[in-house]
């Protein structure tokens, strides 16, 4: 089973902390063999996903939307962006040069048609760009595939 990941980056520490216990639950959940995390391996849930999957035993997909895309992280990601990316069993790119919100949507959407299943850590607020994360559950739903929505009850933005 392929299990993408989509969510909102920038998270409150609080929430943060929250996210992250819940990711490694969902990682546990499954059986280490049967089990590839896709993720485009960005700060926060991305990033997040793909560590706790595989501290699990399980596999690692990353999808790069754009050849510009890590240059576009924070700077302190920029390691562990690597590490993740040297962990990957396969990685999908989109053939996109600019990091732009169009490069992140159809990384996106490869992102969703190489899973079974997806997680959204999503506050269930419209995007606040193209390519936010609820357009990428918009379009995992408009596809069929199906989603789990993570967030802490009661959290902000």
């Not at 690692?60 to 992280?73: F, T």
């Not at 390519?131 to 933005?157: C, F, H, K, L, Q």
């Amino acid at each position: 089973m392929r299990i993408g990941i989509t969510g909102h980056r920038g998270l409150p520490s609080n929430v943060a902390a929250e996210v992250r216990a819940d990711l490694i639950e969902q990682a546990k959940a499954h059986e280490a063999a049967d089990f590839t995390a896709v993720s485009c391996i960005a700060d926060g849930p991305d990033a997040w996903w793909a560590r706790a999957a595989l501290d699990a035993g399980a596999r690692l997909e990353v999808v790069i939307p754009a050849d510009e895309y890590r240059e576009n992280l924070p700077g302190w990601h920029h390691a562990d962006y690597d590490q993740l990316l040297s962990s990957a069993v396969d990685v999908h790119r989109t053939g996109l040069t600019e990091s732009t919100s169009e490069a992140h949507q159809a990384g996106s959407e490869i992102l969703v048609g190489l899973s079974d299943h997806l997680l959204a850590v999503w506050d269930g607020k419209p995007a606040r760009g193209y390519g936010g994360t609820a357009d990428v559950v918009a379009y995992a739903r408009r596809v069929g595939v199906p989603v789990t929505i993570i967030w802490p009850d009661g959290a902000s933005r």
